[in-house]
């Protein structure tokens, strides 16, 4: 009879989609983010959406920390363009109807705005998102002990709200405390290692980059991916011949770029990929180990006034590390991944849950 055998193999599918990628429990993941000048933090959403589908962790909620309407809108309409518009997203206040203009070198062009209004999104009106504090406190509420990852990869202010929320209806657990129980790392774009100036902590709020990183839990690991890491490292070059016509991350990149150039450095790409991947590979994927700690011990200062970080050496203190490349892994090497990730098209990777043809994968990732 052709039924119980249709069945069977329907079952037996249905079980092969449910065990997942094999030997990883995939994590959960946040991104911190202050989506609206520079275009890398829409490429390293893409990236998380890419990273995520495949399976390798779960992107769980997406915060903004920028007040333009538009940041909530563009972040929504990469998720959905990749499939993943159920994403939570919470955006700060008050919203903003704000443009970026580049007032530094008058070469750059805006994105955010032309993302939110041509490409297709879930979400109707940015005012219809949690706070960033509510939707961190609900995430992590829900969340198994120590389970969650959060990426930054702007500036602080969220987190800073997040680790000075006290209980509320969401939870009786002070922010410190739900961080504490529930956060296996936060994964900072921020400072220069071991010391000097960067933006995302001196360039706008110090005070907000020195109290999360002074008052951060003890127990949860912080791990740094400094200017010095990402300034090395240029993507999206290939954008134009490789991303398919549709690709929000091209025509986000060619409306940034200057005279449509979409060649950029990588802080937040590659923070992201450290902060799916961490020190492991992924060999299922072809990927294989990128990064490891540039230090033992220690841990990072920043200035509460200029912004300024300067490692501390402390052999007592072990939570706190800065990232490097390993020594078997060049900068075009890392350059390589991202750029096949960033051009990645989300047709490939649709209605694949489970951990199968793993081969077609690689070869489409063509690593
Ligand atoms: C979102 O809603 C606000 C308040 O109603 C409105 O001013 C704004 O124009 C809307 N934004 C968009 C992008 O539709
Ligand atoms: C694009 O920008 C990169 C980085 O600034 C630069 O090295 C490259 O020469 C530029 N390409 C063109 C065609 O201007
Ligand atoms: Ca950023």
Redesign the pocket.
Known sequence: MLLPALALLCTTLTLALAQGPPQTQPKTIIIDTDIYSDVDDLGALAIANILSNFGLAELKGVVVSTGS?YGA?AVDAVNTYYGNGHVKIGAIRPLT?DTFVDRWGWTLGEYASKV?HHFPRALR???ETPNPVTLYREILADAAVNSLTIISIGFLTNLADLLESGMDEISPATGADLISYKVAELVVMGGNYPSGWEYNFAGVDPNVAHRVISNWPKNVPITYSGYELGSQIWTGQHLAQEASADSPVLAAYQWYGDRCNTTLKSYDPVTVLYGFLGLGGWAELGLPPMFEYANADGYNSVNAVDGINTWVEDASVRNQHWLRLRPDITVSDVEEVLNRLLVQSPHVVEGRQGGIIEDLLRSQLRI
């Open positions: 309407e809108l109807q939110a009106n940015a005012t």
